[in-house]
């Protein structure tokens, strides 16, 4: 069964440092997103993106964070400079693009701690 | 701003018996909603949906319930089985079937399905 692969499964990083989170969608899936959960919490909306533009983002997602989709199968978000609370499962998932009541598929995560 | 609340957020059940898991929500504009289960160190797996135009969805064990005049949807698994044990979380969103798709998810609630 295809899936969304996320890597790494565990991202260690210190307070100011860039980090690149990686997915692989769904081959075929055209619509792509971020979410992410801080321990305890619901799991929140970053960003969608879809046509190599984003579509939505919330207040989250700031000028620090950035997505991108380098190639025909990776899709990746970036945070420049890493805070304390940014720690947090991060989350991809992708969306078929054909019918409109579908689910989206999610990766297993990037446990990312910022110390 | 809670647009989508469980106010459950653990519930345990016999192996064999019913489990009811409620959500909430309040924003109107809602129209596709989403169950997904969620195990440790994973990311959420979809499990069920239901569009607004419909109350009812069976999938095997697995029944979602909408009334919309009530803003209340919940999820029915029967029989339980102790597999079942994970987060399950409650998900929705204004399904125009483009891009803009996002998914508010409830906080969850931890489901205890006992031998």
């Known amino acids: 069964e295809p899936e969304v692969t996320q890597t790494p499964s565990h991202q260690v990083t210190q307070m100011g440092q860039e980090v690149i989170l990686r997915c692989v969608p769904i081959?075929?899936?055209?619509?792509f997103y971020w979410y992410r959960q801080i321990l305890g919490q619901k799991v929140e909306f970053l960003v969608s993106?879809?046509?190599?533009?984003?579509?939505?983002k919330s207040e989250i997602f700031d000028d620090q964070f950035s997505v991108e989709r380098p190639d025909g199968s990776n899709f990746t978000l970036k945070i420049r400079s890493t805070k304390l609370e940014d720690s947090a499962m991060y989350f991809c998932a992708s969306r078929d693009h054909k019918a409109p009541n579908t689910e989206a598929f999610f990766g297993q995560g990037t446990r990312l701690t910022v110390v | 701003d809670q647009q989508v609340k469980q106010n459950s957020p653990s519930l345990s059940v016999q192996e064999g018996r019913i489990s009811i898991l409620n959500c909430d929500y309040t924003?109107?504009?809602?129209?596709?909603f989403l169950w997904y289960k969620k195990y440790p160190a994973e990311g959420p797996t979809f499990l069920i949906s239901i569009s607004s135009i419909k109350d009812k969805n069976e999938d095997g064990r697995f029944t979602v319930f909408l009334n919309k005049s009530a803003k209340h949807l919940s999820l029915h698994i029967v029989p339980s089985q102790p597999g079942d044990s994970a987060v399950y979380f409650c998900?929705?969103?204004?399904?125009?079937?483009?891009?803009?798709?996002?998914?508010?998810f409830g906080k969850g609630t931890l489901l205890t399905v006992n031998p």
């Open positions: 081959s075929n899936h055209l619509y």
């Open positions: 998900a929705a969103t204004i399904n125009s079937g483009g891009s803009n798709y996002k998914l508010t």
């Open positions: 993106f879809y046509n190599n533009e984003i579509s939505e």
């Open positions: 924003n109107s504009m809602f129209d596709y």
